[in-house]
């Protein structure tokens, strides 16, 4: 299986991270996770997941709030200033790597390869490595400053991923919702997962006819 980095900053959306790392470990993945000190921030505000920054204390609290019961995978969680952990160096080998969500600072701090913390440096190693990169920014409105940084990220090699559901397959539920995004990014990074529900088309009981 493959060795992915999560990254979580401090923009709204803990519950399409909280999905996004349960799939990546139910699949038998490795994930390597860092949280910024506003990402903690952001998990307390919107999923009452209280960290304290100690990444051995924090490790179990990550995994409860994950809900992913029976897993393959491995977590494991570094600090946000540890910048000598393994995913600061290109020498380490991981198959992709998402900032869910990511803030319009981290965006911009990726887009100009302004490293102050590891979450910056792994997602510039991913860059400068072609890893695949995948940043779900979650603003609203946006400015032409977090266009432009989502254009020049984007020609780095990244994908924007907007935090954006539809609404064409009918959800009944807000976790409808967070399962559309988080199939999404699942999918971008290359990884299978049963949550991705492909469009095949509307129900033949939803077309409208004259007759």
């Known amino acids: 299986m493959g060795v992915y980095v999560l990254g979580i900053a401090g923009a709204s959306g803990a519950p399409y991270a909280r999905r996004v790392l349960e799939q990546m ?13 506003a990402g903690r921030k952001v998990l307390d505000v919107e ?4 960290l304290s920054g100690d990444t051995k204390a924090d490790t179990p609290l990550i995994l409860e709030w994950a809900r992913a019961g029976e897993f393959s995978g491995n977590f494991e969680l ?9 995913i600061a160096s290109g020498s380490f080998p991981v198959d992709g790597m998402v900032v869910v969500p990511c803030s319009g600072g981290t965006l911009g701090r990726i887009a100009h390869g302004i490293s102050n913390g590891l979450l910056e440096r792994a997602a510039d190693v991913c860059l400068k490595e072609r890893r695949r990169l995948v940043l779900v920014s979650r603003e609203m409105p946006l400015s032409l400053i977090h266009l432009r940084n989502m254009t020049a990220v984007t020609e780095a090699g990244a994908i ?7 609404f064409y397959h009918r959800p009944t539920r807000i976790n409808d919702l967070i399962d559309m995004v988080a199939g999404r990014i699942i999918a971008s990074l290359g990884i299978e997962s049963s949550i991705m529900k492909p469009w095949l088309g509307p129900e033949p009981s939803s077309y409208l006819t004259n007759e």
């Open 78 to 86: 570094y600090h946000h200033k540890d910048v000598a952990s393994p």
């Open 47 to 50: 999923d009452d997941l209280k």
């Open 160 to 166: 924007v991923l907007p935090a954006s559901p539809g």
């Open 25 to 37: 470990l139910v699949t038998g993945h490795d994930v390597k996770a860092v949280i910024t000190d």
